[in-house]
């Protein structure tokens, strides 16, 4: 009985594979290695480099591997780019998450976590966003992961699929220096490589109605992020009752530029970032109340901020500088 890791190439769900792993739970995975590396699944975890579209080889493999069930992970998650690429963003997002679906609905398998996000609430009202807060989001990638919380639902109502969905706050870190984030769009690689070229990083966007006018995120440590999917799976599998959706979030904010003063204090150079206009489709404030996942799935995120930009510092830098 094995758990199907979709992007379980990529940064996050390389974490997912490695926590299941040190559980003992059996995993294979699926990536299309559009964004993810191969060498980061491990040589005994069975791998299937595929996209998630092509429902057929999805359902073969789910097959022939026992799945007991499905953790959802392969996306595209880029907020800002996906305003300009909204049709590559639903294809990927919403056509990929019912290519899942129906490869599971052929395999006999009902069981799903999946990798939703914040974005899915835009920029609310609330302090701290609970479940409950209303869904506005503000990109299409917002509402790509919000359509695929909708047809799992849809799909737990006709066809009786189990099903939790994790939305993720801003996952930084890493738990491993062979397990990196490499994305060309998210916070810390952007930072770090402009470090490494000895150039002043970008920040986007400082008139945002927040104390220092920068955005405000609840950032997590991918670590507590792969082992709440650990939970969640044993949880489906086991039969306990779970939410249809939790928050992962450590309930406290921290603005960009306090970000850039942390990678100043943990790496030792100068950290004066460049002033850009703000990018489309980013709140000004997003922080979550977790209360329900401590709950549930016994989460908190257990690392600070300095502690979250040490580890992904620390595999970022090449290996003969560690």
């Known amino acids: 009985m094995t758990w199907v890791v979709t ?17 003992g739970l059996s995993v294979a995975v699926v990536d299309d290695l559009s964004t993810g590396h191969a060498h980061v699944v491990p040589a005994r975890v069975p791998f299937l480099e595929a996209d998630i579209l092509e429902t057929d080889r999805l359902a073969e493999f789910l097959r022939d591997h026992d799945a007991t069930g499905v953790i959802h992970v392969a996306g595209y998650k880029f907020a800002g780019e996906s305003v300009r690429m909204p049709l590559h963003t639903y294809r990927v997002n919403v056509q990929g998450t019912m290519s899942v679906l129906e490869a599971m609905d052929r395999a006999g398998i009902r069981r799903l976590v999946f990798s939703s996000s914040a974005a899915v609430y835009g920029t609310p009202h609330d302090d701290r966003v ?3 807060t ?23 109502r006709a066809m009786g699929l189990r099903h939790t969905s994790l939305r993720y706050f801003n996952v930084v870190g890493s738990a491993d220096p062979a397990l990196s984030d490499t994305s060309p769009h998210n916070l ?31 950032y997590v440590h991918v670590a507590d992020v792969a082992r709440a999917h650990v939970t969640a799976a044993r949880a489906l599998a086991e039969g306990r009752a779970l939410a249809p959706v ?28 460049v002033v850009e206009p703000r990018r489309p489709g ?24 300095e502690n979250m930009v040490r580890s992904a510092w620390e595999a970022r830098r090449p290996p003969e500088t560690r």
Not at 203 to 217: E, I, K
Request: proline fraction near 7%; hydrophobic fraction near 35%.
């Open 282 to 305: 980013d709140p000004a404030r997003i922080v979550a109340d977790g209360s329900l996942a401590a709950r549930d799935l016994g989460w908190e995120n257990r690392h600070t901020v």
């Open 134 to 156: 209303p869904t506005a989001p503000e990109s299409p990638y917002g509402e790509s992961k919000l359509i695929g919380e909708w047809l799992l639902a849809d799909q737990g």
């Open 130 to 132: 609970t479940e409950a």
């Open 7 to 23: 992007g379980g190439a990529g940064y996050i769900g390389a974490h997912v594979v490695r926590a299941l792993s040190d559980e």
């Open 246 to 273: 939790y928050n992962l979030g450590s309930g406290a904010g921290t603005s960009v530029r306090q970000i850039m003063e942390a990678v100043g204090r943990v790496t030792g150079r100068d950290v004066d970032p």
């Open 188 to 218: 810390f690689p952007l930072v770090f490589r402009a470090l490494d070229r000895g150039e002043r990083p970008r920040l986007f966007g400082a008139d945002h109605p927040t104390p220092d006018g920068t955005c405000v995120r609840d």
